[in-house]
């Protein structure tokens, strides 16, 4: 079995005295694909926020190789789901950011963000402003951003729900074959179960309120799937079993 990387151990977290989500453990693997599947305003992203260290839970601990980093930020990497890119900075310059904040010399930092643009799709992209691209190359962007803060532990709170169907597709498809080349451990989440069944290794479904962690599913079928999975049997029967867990 593949080595933990990250872990939560009965995360509870209020917001002006109500009770947000309770008894949230997870794990993370060497190279998983994970997501958290549930409802708007169940607390995905409130959880997301504990584990990032942008807020405190209180109550439980999150662990990163076994090491206690509960109220940490900067440990993982993180792109919020409103995580925009800066209008008035160019693309090199947003996706470089990370590194500014490391004290890479500015043009280090160029230099550095500026060979990940091809294998990210944003070739030639470096000098607009995020405003001159489509919405899948701003995702896309914002992935690489996230991506050169830390590189192995990364969390993507609902990456692919603003786009298309059909640009949603590509992106799908680009972000399974990344995740071959590189070598990360991913956390996301959605509100899209063929996105959560097509993407990942294993599924978080939490229901509530409060938010609670009802189910864990596996996903058997090897990564990157083929088109062909999204119309299997195999694929509806998962997909059976996840609706039927959120009561739809
Ligand atoms: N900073 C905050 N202060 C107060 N309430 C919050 C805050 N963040 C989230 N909430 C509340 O917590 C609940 C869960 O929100 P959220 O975690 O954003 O859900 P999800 O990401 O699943 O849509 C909502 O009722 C929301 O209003
Ligand atoms: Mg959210």
Do not use: C
Not at 18 to 47: H, M, Y
Not at 189 to 213: F, N, Q
């Amino acid at each position: 079995m593949k080595k933990i990387r990250l872990q939560t151990k009965n995360i509870g977290k209020t917001y002006a005295g109500e009770l947000i989500i309770k008894n949230i453990n997870i794990t993370l693997r060497e190279k998983e694909l994970v997501s958290l599947l549930g409802v708007s305003g169940i607390g995905k992203s409130t959880l997301f926020n504990v584990i990032a260290g942008v807020t405190a839970p209180d109550i439980g601990q999150v662990l990163l190789d076994g090491f206690d980093i509960t109220g940490q930020a900067g440990k993982v990497s993180y792109m919020q789901q409103k995580d925009l890119l800066q209008p008035h900075l160019k693309v090199l310059d947003n996706v470089a950011l990370p590194l500014f904040i490391r004290r890479l010399n500015k043009s280090q930092a160029r230099t550095e963000a500026l060979k990940y643009f091809e294998d990210f799709g944003i070739a030639g992209t470096q000098d607009k402003y995020p405003s001159q691209l489509s919405g899948g190359m701003r995702q896309r962007a914002a992935l690489l951003r996230t991506y050169l803060f830390s590189k192995d532990v990364a969390l993507f709170d609902e990456p692919f729900s603003a786009l298309d169907a059909i640009t949603k597709r590509a992106m799908h498809r680009w972000y399974l074959a990344l995740m071959e080349r590189i070598n990360m451990a991913a956390l996301f989440i959605t509100h899209d179960i063929d996105e959560a069944i097509l993407l990942s290794d294993r599924i978080y479904i939490m229901t509530g309120p409060p938010g609670v962690i009802t189910a864990e599913i596996t996903i058997n079928p090897p990564r990157p799937r083929a088109d062909e999975f999204l119309v299997s049997e195999n694929f509806l029967n998962y997909k059976r079993q996840i609706m039927k867990l959120l009561a739809l």
